[in-house]
């Protein structure tokens, strides 16, 4: 691995953070007020996009990393529906 593979390893690695607090915090406070069901739809269909493109480029870095914030961005979407239909139920 070179220092450029290296340097994109090392920011995909990062990147695939940037969901995690949201979505332990939406777990630890199961609230889901004020979170946005619609950005993290377009965030969830960009990765699949950016899986699809690392692969084509056979870039496991892309397809990694991508495929991490994927599964964040769907369980936001998971826990938005879930709690938000809970919220509702008598």
């Known amino acids: 691995m070179n220092g450029v593979d290296l340097l994109g390893a090392v920011a995909g690695a990062i990147t695939t953070l940037t969901f995690l607090p949201q979505v332990i915090k939406t777990i630890k406070d199961k609230s889901v ?3 946005s069901l619609m950005m993290f739809i377009i965030a969830a269909v960009n ?11 056979s870039d496991w870095v892309i397809i990694l990393t991508n495929a991490v914030i994927l599964c ?8 938005k529906l879930a709690y938000t239909h809970k919220k509702t139920q008598p």
Request: charged share 20%; net charge neutral; no cysteine.
């Open 33 to 35: 007020k004020d979170i």
């Open 47 to 57: 990765e699949a996009m950016w899986i699809v493109y690392g692969a084509l480029k």
């Open 72 to 79: 964040l961005s769907l369980t936001m979407i998971y826990l």
